[in-house]
């Protein structure tokens, strides 16, 4: 299984569609085996669901994102974690032991409207 996380500074970044960096586990018998941070080239939401899935991806543990990405990701096939929040790492390790804490129904608003500088993707 593969799972992606979001990723800035070995944190879940907390907005998918700026995203510049996502870390990639590859997991074994419920156990992180080895993992890597890939860039993608561009980073409409439409292109970041299809470069997860390029990489393998079944699980996406990320911070906020609007309806659109969301709609993109399921159509993808991958599973969602959104809200999440802290190191990348440990979030991994917290689902894996089935302790994650996400906000299955959390969003970013603005994003409705095409309003960038008015969206807010913080978990609060």
Do not use: W
């Not at 996380?5 to 074994?28: A, D, P």
């Amino acid at each position: 299984m593969i799972i992606a996380t979001t990723y800035e500074n070995g944190e879940i970044s907390q907005h998918f569609g700026h995203t510049k960096t996502f870390k990639f586990y590859s997991i074994e018998d419920n156990k992180i085996i080895s993992s890597t941070v890939k860039e993608p080239v561009g980073y409409a939401h439409g292109t970041l669901p299809t470069f997860l899935k390029e990489n393998g991806a079944e699980i996406l543990i990320c911070g906020g994102l609007g309806e659109g990405a969301r709609q993109y990701i399921s159509e993808a096939g991958i599973d969602l974690y959104p809200g999440a929040i802290g190191n990348s790492d440990n979030a991994v390790t917290d689902f894996l032991e089935e302790k994650l804490q996400y906000n299955p129904d959390f969003a970013c608003s603005g994003h409705e409207h095409g309003d960038e500088e008015s969206t807010d993707c913080h978990n609060n």
